[in-house]
């Protein structure tokens, strides 16, 4: 059974920083490219970045590339989210996912809410 945890969230003053964590289990995460995405309320979840299962390769959402850093630890089944330089509009639950931009299957973690607000 596929589970994804997402912790790691709160609430940040604008310009401040937090760290995303996502710990996999119930699949092989290491041989899975493993994503980010966002949900701010009222609006459709998207993709906020992704890491290749070896995490040499990564890609971002334009809006957070060079101010968001995805890596993964695959001895910890982990993948992160740093986030630096937070904005209002930031504000969303992020979630974390297998695949390359597109999970493989529905199952989603809980995610984890962050809110930037001064």
């Known amino acids: 059974q596929v589970q994804l945890v997402e912790s790691g969230g709160g609430l940040v003053q604008p310009g401040g920083s937090l760290r995303l964590s996502c710990a996999a289990s119930?699949?092989?995460?290491?041989?899975?490219?493993m994503s980010w995405y966002r949900q701010a309320s009222g609006k459709e979840r998207e993709l906020v970045a992704a890491?290749?299962?070896?995490?040499?390769?990564?890609n971002y959402a334009a809006s957070m590339k060079g101010r968001f850093t995805i890596s993964r630890d695959n001895a910890k089944n982990t993948v992160y989210l740093q986030m630096n330089s937070l904005k209002p509009e930031n504000t969303a639950v992020y979630y974390c996912?297998?695949?390359?931009?597109?999970?493989?299957?529905?199952?989603w973690g809980q995610g984890t809410q962050v809110t930037v607000s001064s």
């Open positions: 119930g699949f092989t995460s290491k041989t899975y490219a």
């Open positions: 890491i290749t299962s070896g995490g040499v390769r990564t």
């Open positions: 996912n297998a695949g390359w931009k597109v999970p493989p299957w529905e199952d």
